[in-house]
């Protein structure tokens, strides 16, 4: 398959090419041509052609920042956090392959706003129940709270 992805963070100088090398390199390995753009704090690089978007099956997001979607009419487009681009850029492909081949359009999110995804990573790794239970909880992000930077500055200067 055909993919054209974007990869984009706050800053732009390593998250977002982290994810960018991580898609090239396992669509390649998975059979897939892919090409990525990177956007961030230096601009656009490897900017996507018209040609390229109309060839593609399928268009893969993985930013913590707004991407215009407007080049992208009429395609699926999968949503992700850089983070997914990162550590789970095999399973954002694969779900954007099975969308495809399901037909699916639109918009798509990937990670914890689709439970199809989250809920087939742990039925694989047998802790289902868990992950279900903590559904209802909210998403706690970061470490402890007294070691923070902040919990940190103020003891230091207390």
Excluded: W, Y
């Excluded at 669509?27 to 656009?44: K, N, P, S």
């Excluded at 999968?78 to 699916?104: F, M, P, S, Y």
């Amino acid at each position: 398959m055909k993919f054209v992805a974007v990869t984009s963070c706050p800053t732009g100088i390593a998250h977002s090419q982290m994810a960018a090398e991580n898609l090239l390199q396992t669509g390649e390995r998975l059979g897939h041509d892919i090409d990525v753009e990177v956007q961030g704090a230096m601009g656009t690089q490897d900017e996507l052609s018209a040609d390229a978007i109309d060839a593609a099956d399928a268009v893969i997001i993985t930013s913590d920042t707004s991407v215009s979607r407007d080049r992208f009419g009429g395609k699926l487009v999968v949503k992700g956090t850089v983070k997914d681009g990162v550590n789970n850029a095999e399973e954002i492909i694969q779900r954007t392959a099975e969308l495809v081949e399901e037909g699916k359009t639109g918009d798509v999110s990937f990670g914890s706003g689709e439970s199809d995804t989250d809920t087939s990573d742990t039925a694989q790794t047998d802790d289902g129940d868990d992950h279900s239970a903590s559904a209802d909880q909210p998403v706690r992000r970061g470490g402890d709270p007294e070691k923070g930077l902040f919990a940190r500055l103020k003891k230091l200067f207390s």
